[in-house]
T-cell receptor
């Protein structure tokens, strides 16, 4: 069964450094998402992406965050200057339609020191 | 009022028990409803979609009451492997129906032998 893959599985970064989280969505999917989950808290929506542009973003997704689909397969989340409170699990998801089932990757654990 | 609200539990039940989880959501324009399962520090996985007519998948039954903005999940004959956190998830149309999902905080189930 096709799946969403994320790399790295764990990223440790010094506060203030830039970090790029990578995702390979399922190949025929058109809608892409990033979510995050701070330890012990609920899964939170960050951003949705369709047709090479952001379709919706949350209040969390401020100027420090950006997303990109640099080629036909990768979907990346960049955090420009990381803060301690960015420490969380980051999940990528994709679907073949707006109402389609969202398939989640197994996440990247981001630890900011 | 929280966008999606669940009793966090934990629910501690013996094997074979029947257990019910409830969830309420705030946005009456929501169109799609789901139960996801999340194992410790793993990605959310779709358990089942929830339809107005109610739907069943083996030991799992989901119900939706749009008038009360209430969703439920019933697990019959619970197994040790059902131990997990169950996430109530709602599609919020927002400003442009991007397929954004809003997650509840989850209800933790621990099934004991």
């Amino acid at each position: 069964e096709p799946e969403v893959t994320q790399t790295p599985s764990h990223q440790v970064t010094q506060m203030g450094q830039e970090v790029i989280l990578r995702c390979v969505p399922i190949s025929n999917h058109l809608y892409f998402y990033w979510y995050r989950q701070i330890l012990g808290q609920k899964v939170e929506f960050l951003v949705s992406f369709y047709n090479n542009e952001i379709s919706e973003k949350s209040e969390i997704f401020d100027d420090q965050f950006s997303v990109e689909r640099p080629d036909g397969s990768n979907f990346t989340l960049k955090i420009r200057s990381t803060k301690l409170e960015d420490s969380a699990m980051y999940f990528c998801a994709s679907s073949d339609g707006i109402q389609g089932t969202k398939h989640f990757g197994d996440g990247t654990r981001l630890s900011i020191l | 009022r929280k966008e999606v609200e669940q009793d966090p539990g934990p629910f501690n039940v013996p094997e074979g028990a029947t257990v019910a989880f409830n969830c309420t959501y705030s946005n009456s324009a929501s169109q799609s409803f789901f139960w996801y399962r999340q194992d410790c520090r793993k990605e959310p996985k779709l358990l089942m979609s929830v339809y107005s007519s109610g739907n069943e998948d083996g030991r799992f039954t989901a119900q939706l009451n749009r008038a009360s903005q209430y969703i439920s999940l019933l697990i019959r004959d619970s197994k040790l492997s059902d131990s997990a956190t169950y996430l109530c998830v709602v599609n919020f149309p927002g400003s442009g129906n991007t397929g954004k999902l809003i997650f509840g905080q989850g209800t933790t189930l621990q099934v004991k032998p």
